[in-house]
């Protein structure tokens, strides 16, 4: 059994006015405490104060100098995607190459709209990102998508052989589907303001009702193809050409590596996609037994795919030193937060003293789980950073 890392999600806003705590102090004190990263969620119009993603990492970034940089879930496809490259190469270059890419395709209808981007064409243009990406850092002259999301002569990056799905495995209306009720806990559901899991959710925030983000996101209700999309109806874009003939390729610098890539959302559209095209697995505020067969459904694709297994990451939300009074609370926020049954996520939030946390997720490991991104509900952020530590320090590395 490999090491297990630990992450947490940075302060949203409403902590950091309360508090003067600044993002780049916060990041400096969980370096310094010995956590592994720090993270941040990824929203446009949720209701709430929220930082733009990419400017809040890199400002973690500029004030530390070890600690992994991560997107607690980015969202490609709700931006052109030579911005998104943009963004996320001078992210990486920045950051000394620390970036860790969560990618998710949720946050609910009223930010798509809010970005001007149809919400029925998010598993597409998701899929498409993940493809084109790692050639867009990597300084390649690519030709881009049409504005529909479909492939213009471009060849995935990534290897794509056929995979029938199997019956019932396409999320419901709802966004459901869940190998575990996915969630991104990214920057709202706020637990009344308590909860600074990027204010929630993502460790990301009241999502559409029925929408269970990862620390933020969603698995679309299709991801397998929506209809009137171009694509195969199993989530791969169209190869086709919109419009006739193409236009010029576009080639961005400096290159650089492509970041390791966390599918978000605990949906089976989600762990086709990790299997795929992903390095990694993200699913937020789910069981171990969850975690337990979505791994291996997850084996299974990947080997079916000739990839190399993919690493599984957790969202998790906590109040270290909390007793059951606060363990109920939180999980009523996720709850409401999250349109989930209270019974369902009753036991999810990680409370009661520093060897208890770690007991907790001893059992994500042996799950399969080798890293956790933790939103902080309560209490002192920077003094939670430091129990985090502690239950970090309990942990075999």
């Known amino acids: 059994m490999g090491s297990f ?37 990824d ?28 997107v607690s879930v980015f969202i490609p496809a709700i931006r052109p995607l030579a911005w998104a490259a943009k963004q996320l190469a001078t992210l990486q270059y920045v950051s000394g190459e620390r970036l860790v890419l969560g990618v998710g395709s949720g946050g609910g209808p009223r930010q798509w709209e809010a970005a001007g981007v149809p919400y029925g064409e998010r598993g597409q243009r998701t899929d498409t990102a993940l493809a084109l990406l790692p050639r867009l850092l990597a300084g390649e002259p690519v030709l881009l998508p049409d504005d ?27 966004e459901a589907a869940r190998l575990g009720k996915a969630t991104h806990l990214g920057e709202t559901a706020r637990l009344g303001e308590a909860a600074h899991l990027g204010e929630l959710g993502h460790p990301g925030g009241p999502q559409h009702p029925g929408e269970r983000p990862h620390p933020g996101e969603s698995a679309s209700p299709g991801e397998r193809g929506h ?12 190869r086709r050409v919109e419009g006739g003939e193409p236009g010029q390729p576009v080639r961005l610098t400096p290159a650089v590596a492509m970041p390791p890539v966390w599918v978000g959302n605990a949906s089976a559209a989600a762990i086709r996609r990790a299997a795929r095209l992903g390095d990694g697995w993200f699913p937020s505020l789910v069981s171990p037994a969850e975690v337990a067969a979505g791994r291996d459904r997850l084996a299974e694709l990947t080997a079916a795919h000739g990839r190399p297994s993919s690493v599984i990451a957790i ?47 001893a059992e994500y490991r042996a799950a399969g789980a080798a890293h956790a991104v933790v939103g902080i509900s309560g209490g002192d952020w920077r003094a ?13 590395r």
């Open 227 to 238: 209809p009137g999309e171009p694509g195969d109806g199993a989530g791969r874009p169209s």
């Open 148 to 174: 529909g999301g479909a492939l213009a002569r471009v060849e995935p990056a990534r290897p794509h052989p056929d995979e029938p799905a199997p019956p019932g495995e396409a999320a419901p209306p709802g």
């Open 384 to 396: 939670q950073v430091e129990l985090l530590a502690e239950v970090s320090s309990l942990l075999p």
């Open 5 to 41: 890392e630990i992450g947490v999600i940075l302060p949203g806003v409403a902590e950091q006015q309360r508090t003067g705590l600044t993002l780049g102090t916060a990041a400096r004190h969980a370096e310094q405490a010995g956590l592994d990263g720090v993270w941040h969620g």
């Open 43 to 70: 929203h446009l119009a949720v209701g709430g104060p929220v930082l733009d993603a990419p400017i809040a990492l890199a400002t973690a970034a500029a004030a530390t100098t070890r600690i992994r940089i991560g």
């Open 315 to 361: 969202g998790a939300v906590a109040l270290v030193g909390g007793g059951p009074s606060a363990q109920a609370e939180i999980a009523a926020g996720v709850s409401a937060g999250y349109g989930r049954p209270l019974e369902e996520v009753a036991s999810i939030p990680l409370t009661g003293p520093p060897a208890q946390v770690a007991e907790r997720l």
